[in-house]
């Protein structure tokens, strides 16, 4: 479903993705793990194409992400055609970027009812349907502002699931919670992984829901993928000395 193919990504001068070669399969759960700093959410963002990519290729269900190619050239897309392609990209970011002047329901029919065209009706049942699936019915009605950061992040996730696309990104989304309110929203992405069927990237420090949840976990560092496995392989038996150092650090 996702092919990262031989990846650069540079700021200035610097480069943050080295060479980044990842498959990620139709129906997986792969779990990005790995120091500030070391590429995943970069990664994540040249996935729908937030960030452009300095060489390589990234391709989602076999079309290329981004850009076209001609003569052996890429060539980046217009915005409009970017962001069709992002329609078919879920992504949930570590800050809800809800709008704050809709409802729940409202925020999570607003994309099909734009985007997609889809009449008000089927948008605001499939909406409802969606917030009962992360545990908010009964909270439709409710403003942003009105709810608990554990619950404005499950309203983005229905959001996202909104568009019915073929993959789904969270971007470290427990990162901004308070501790309680982390379990709440693991849950309703475990169902997703679990019983939704979709294709999932997780960049997260939460390694029990890695261990959990994960058909392969990466880690990376310094813009490198280091190791790749199983979550038995990665978080418990590593290979690699910078692995072993990170988890050594995070696990203790």
Avoid at 11 to 19: A, F, P
Avoid at 84 to 100: D, K, S, T, W
Avoid at 193 to 221: N, P
Wanted: charged residues 25%.
């Amino acid at each position: 479903m996702i092919t990262i193919d031989a990846v650069d990504k540079y700021y200035g001068h610097t480069q943050v993705l080295h060479e980044v070669d990842l498959d990620v399969a139709e129906g997986e759960t792969v779990c990005i793990i790995g120091p500030s700093g070391s590429g995943k959410s970069t990664l994540l963002r040249c996935v729908n194409h937030l960030e452009e990519i300095g060489a390589g290729r990234i391709r989602v269900d076999g079309h290329l992400v981004g850009y076209r190619e001609q003569g052996g050239r890429l060539h980046e897309l217009r915005e409009r055609e970017a962001c069709r392609q992002r329609v078919e990209i879920g992504m949930v970011f570590q800050h809800f970027n809800l709008f704050p002047h809709m409802t729940a329901l409202e925020n999570v029919a607003f994309g099909p009812i734009r985007v997609q065209g889809r009449s008000r009706q089927w948008a605001r049942t499939y909406a409802r349907e969606l917030l009962g699936r992360v545990g908010l019915a009964g909270k439709e009605d409710s403003y942003p502002s009105r709810l608990s950061g554990g619950q404005q992040q499950r309203v983005a996730i229905a959001r996202a699931m909104a568009m019915q696309p073929k993959v789904m990104l969270f971007d470290e989304p427990t990162s901004a919670l308070d501790p309680e309110l982390v379990g709440e929203v693991l849950a309703v992405m475990k169902d997703l992984a679990v019983t939704g069927g979709i294709t999932m990237v997780v960049v997260t420090h939460e390694m029990g829901f890695a261990r959990e949840v994960a058909d392969r976990v990466v880690f990376m560092d310094a813009g490198r993928i280091v190791e790749t496995g199983t979550p038995q392989q990665v978080l418990d038996a590593p290979r690699h000395e910078r692995t072993k150092a990170f988890l050594s650090a995070v696990l203790h």
